[in-house]
C-alpha cells in the first residue's frame, strides 16, 4: 500500500509496519494509527488522459488532515520542448513529401517512338541520386541519351539534358517543402 512517510517525506510502497510493538497490517491500521508510526494514506486522484503532445501531466501532494493527497493537472510542455516536437512533427511530414515529390517532363520521347507530354517521373531523393548516377555516367562515356522508366513504368529514351531538367525541377521540389512552413527555431 502506499504510503507517505512523514520524516522523510516521501512516498512509499509498505504492506506491513515491524517495530518492537510487534508487526501491523497496514490494512488493518486506521489513520491514527498510522500517523503514531509516522505515516499517512496516500489518496491519489484517477489520472488524467492526455491525448495531447504538447502538454503533459503534472503531479503535486499535499498532506490534508490524516491523508497525504495526490492531484494531478495537465499544463503546457516548456516552450523549448514545444518547440523541438514541432519540429520533428515538420521534418516528419516535410520527410512524407520529398518521398512524393512528382516532376512532369514535356517532349518525351516513347519507345514506340512516340513523343508525350505531361510525362511524370519520380524526384524523391532516390531518384534524384539515381538521376545524378546516371547524368555523370552519360556525360563520362559520351552518351546523348538513356533510357529511363516514368512513374507509370512507361519506358522512355532522354537525353542527358532530359534527366538534367528531372533531377533541377525536383531538387527545386525538394528545397520548397524544406522551406514550407518551416517551424520558429527550426535550426534546432
Known amino acids: 500500500m502506499k504510503l507517505y512517510d ?11 509496519i515491524s517495530n518492537s510493538e510487534g508487526t501491523f497490517y497496514i490494512s488493518a491500521l486506521s489513520n491514527a494509527e498510522l500517523k503514531n508510526y509516522g505515516y499517512k494514506k496516500v489518496v491519489e486522484d484517477d489520472y488524467p488522459k492526455n491525448d495531447d503532445p504538447y502538454k503533459e501531466v503534472v503531479s503535486s501532494g499535499a498532506i490534508k488532515a ?11 510542455k516548456p516552450a523549448g520542448v514545444v518547440a523541438a516536437i ?4 515538420w521534418k516528419k511530414d516535410r520527410e512524407a513529401k520529398v518521398a512524393n515529390i512528382e516532376v512532369s517532363l514535356d517532349n518525351c520521347k516513347g519507345l514506340d517512338g ?6 511524370i517521373f519520380q524526384g524523391d531523393e532516390t531518384s534524384q541520386n539515381r538521376l545524378g548516377r546516371a547524368i555523370s555516367a552519360s556525360s563520362i562515356a559520351g552518351v546523348g541519351s538513356t ?3 516514368a512513374k507509370n513504368n512507361k519506358v522512355y529514351e532522354l537525353s542527358v539534358a532530359q534527366l ?5 525541377k525536383a531538387g527545386q521540389a525538394q528545397t520548397a517543402i524544406w522551406n514550407e512552413n518551416r517551424p520558429a527555431g527550426a535550426d534546432i
Do not use: A, P
Request: charged content about 25%; hydrophobic content about 35%; aromatic content about 12%.
Open 147 to 149: 533510357l529511363w522508366t
Open 6 to 16: 512523514i520524516k522523510g517525506k516521501q512516498i512509499v510502497e509498505l504492506e506491513y
Open 66 to 76: 490524516d491523508v497525504y493527497h495526490i492531484s494531478y493537472s495537465i499544463v503546457d
Open 114 to 119: 512516340s513523343t508525350n507530354n505531361g510525362v
Open 164 to 168: 538534367g531538367e528531372i533531377l533541377l
Open 86 to 89: 514541432k519540429y520533428e512533427e
